[in-house]
Structure formats: C-alpha cells, structure tokens
T-cell receptor, first 112, second 114 residues
C-alpha cells in the first residue's frame, strides 16, 4: 500500500537538542497529521494541520503544512527523554477523511 | 473521557483459523477505522465504519471484514488466517465533525499466527 516518505528514518540526539523531521508525498493532501507511538501502544495524535502554509504549535512541538500540499515538517525543541518513540506523519483528503495514509516513521532516541 | 479500548490485547492463533477483534470508540465518536501495522508495510488502512455502514475500504483481501453496531462499537474478523496476518491491529475513532479528520487510536491487538 501507499506510504508517505518520512525522513530521517532514525535519529539519536542529546537531551536539549532541537529535532526536525519531514514527510513528503507525490500526491496532494488537504490534511496532515503528526502522531507519536510508544512501544506496545497505539499512535497518539500530536498536531493536526488543515491549511497549506499553516504553522501550528503544541508545546515544544511545531508542525507546518507545506505550501505545495505535498509535504509537512515537525520540529521538537529542547528534546527530553520522554520524547523517545516513533513519530509518524499521516495525511488524508476530503471525502476519504477516515482513510489515513501514513509515513514510514522516524525513530527518535534521546540521550542524557 | 475514556479513550478507545480494544480487546483482546494479545492473541495467538493457528493458520487456517479465524479471529474476531473488538473495538469500543470514544464516547460520542461515530466513525471507527481499522489499521494493520507490520514492520514491513507500516500502518495500512483496512476499512472504516460510520453509522453501521462501511464507508471506506483499503486494499485488503475479502478475508478481512468488519461491522459496526448501533452503539458505534466495531468488530473486525479475519478468516482463514495466514502467517502474514501476524500484526498489530489498531482501531481509531473520530468525532466526524465537518472539519475534523483527527483520529484517536486504541492500544491495539497484537495477533500472532503460528
């Protein structure tokens, strides 16, 4: 099935550093979402984006909906150990709103 | 408000058997979607139910089926299990408001087929 291209695949960073990851698609989407998944759990919604160019924050997390509607970016500022996990982007369109297409995931590991 | 609940959390089945998984959405949510998560294919959409009707379907064989009850609870069934069906099966619910496509996931059911 289709997946969005997410990079990097994994990151190993030090506590306090900022993190950036992105997600690209060959297709246009009108809604982008970012999720975090911890081991043995389901993905947890972090941020939802509905308009091209939109920049939205949730605490230390900031995400942007690319102007071409084919990409999105997630930044995490001043990372802490509990940021460890796998981050997924997801996208969908009106009419098939429930049918999320997911990215391949970015595994984040944080050291003290 | 309670989150999405899924039962059972873990399941071991033998090839050829069938299995039924259950999902209870967040109270007030009317849309329930199912996803399969595997290391190789990632998260793949199975189907979505809204008001007891299947509204969207992914690219999975007919062995995968589901249904939704009047209280929005949903079940999915996999018949004639294959080894490749081993996966984490996730259920997600959404409010289905006009502009909200946000889905909230349950913890998943880990299915192992031997």
């Amino acid at each position: 099935g289709q997946q969005l291209n997410q990079s990097p695949q994994s990151m190993f960073i030090q506590e306090g550093e900022d993190v950036s990851m992105n997600c690209t698609s060959s297709s246009i989407f009108n809604t982008w979402l970012w999720y975090k998944q911890d081991p043995g759990e389901g993905p947890v919604l972090l941020i939802a984006l509905y308009k091209a160019g939109e920049l939205t924050s949730n605490g230390r997390l900031t995400a942007q909906f690319g102007i071409t509607r084919k990409d999105s970016f997630l930044n995490i500022s001043a990372s802490i150990p509990s940021d460890v996990g796998i981050y997924f982007c997801a996208a969908t369109n009106t009419g098939t709103a429930s049918k999320l297409t997911f990215g391949t995931g970015t595994r984040l590991q944080v050291t003290l | 408000k309670a989150g999405v609940t899924q039962t059972p959390r873990y399941l071991i089945k033998t090839r050829g058997q069938q299995v039924t998984l259950s999902c209870s959405p967040i109270s007030g949510h009317r849309s329930v979607s199912w996803y399969q998560q595997t290391p190789g294919q990632g998260l793949q959409f199975l189907f979505e139910y809204f008001s007891e009707t299947q509204r969207n379907k992914g690219n999975f064989p007919g062995r995968f089926s589901g249904r939704q009850f009047s209280n929005s609870r949903s079940e999915m069934n996999v018949s004639t299990l294959e080894l490749g069906d081993s996966a984490l099966y996730l259920c997600a619910s959404s409010l289905e408001a006009v502009v909200s496509y946000e889905q909230y996931f349950g913890p998943g059911t880990r299915l192992t087929v031997t």
